[in-house]
């Protein structure tokens, strides 16, 4: 059974600062997303990742995956207020018939304080 | 707006009661997915469609749950006989599954339902 793990759960930074969220699934998979949360909203669609050594970056935030050792990371460079929210891993369940669900890690509540 | 939305947006109902929550997906997606998320963690898979048809179920989704989507665009989420455990965001999620570079798609999820039983 797929299980996703991400650390850490809760992130206090400063703004200016940088910071590694990581996520750990444990079985083979084709795809790994990352979302954003807001408090009391839905998710917003941030990277979809899709082979080994992929990178994507937007803004202050950067993807990387890394199938073999079935890690991603989020990295943040120079931290706004802004990007305080929940940041979600999520990864492709049925690697082997196509099927949609994606299994999600805890989440990671990051806070930027000034 | 072309995004997913859900409807309620809020529910509060007594345990016992039931209670069907409406999604409208993004038009011309294939899929569809309902998941729920509680408080502090991230959603769990419910259910998804490719079309009309029910194609994978959690077995979180007890015999008290139905979901359907009657024409292939928008879905319900029936609860019946609900209980407080059942107090939660209920998100549904579209996407457009392709033949080719299927391994592309990307979930889009509405705002949700937040149930509160009582």
């Known amino acids: 059974e797929l299980k996703v793990e991400q650390n850490p759960l809760f992130l206090s930074m400063q703004e200016g600062k940088n910071y590694t969220i990581y996520c750990n699934y444990s079985?083979?998979?084709?795809?790994l997303y990352w979302y954003r949360q807001d408090p009391g909203k839905s998710l917003e669609s941030l990277f979809v990742?899709?082979?080994?050594?992929a990178v994507k970056q937007e803004g202050r935030l950067m993807a990387s995956l890394d199938t073999k050792a079935r890690l991603s990371t989020l990295h943040i460079t120079a931290a706004v207020h802004d990007l305080s929210a929940t940041y979600f891993c999520?990864?492709?369940?049925?690697?082997?018939?196509?099927?949609?669900?994606?299994?999600f890690g805890q989440g990671t509540e990051l806070s930027v304080k000034p | 707006d072309t995004g997913v939305s859900q409807n309620p947006r809020h529910k509060i109902t007594k345990r016992g009661q039931n209670v069907t929550f409406r999604c409208d997906p993004i038009?011309?997606?294939?899929?569809l997915y309902w998941y729920r998320q509680t408080l502090g963690q991230g959603p769990e898979f419910l259910t998804y469609f490719q079309n009309e048809a029910q194609l994978e179920k959690s077995r979180l989704l007890s015999d008290r749950f139905s979901a359907e989507r009657p024409k292939g665009s928008f879905s319900t989420l029936e609860i019946q006989r609900t209980e407080q455990g059942d107090s939660a965001m209920y998100l549904c999620?579209?996407?457009?599954?392709?033949?080719?570079?299927?391994?592309?798609?990307?979930?889009?999820f509405g705002p949700g339902t937040r149930l509160l039983v009582l």
């Open positions: 079985t083979t998979s084709d795809r």
């Open positions: 999520a990864v492709h369940a049925s690697f082997y018939n196509q099927g949609g669900k994606l299994i």
């Open positions: 990742l899709l082979s080994n050594g």
């Open positions: 038009s011309e997606h294939n899929r």
């Open positions: 999620a579209s996407s457009l599954m392709r033949l080719a570079g299927g391994n592309q798609e990307t979930q889009y």
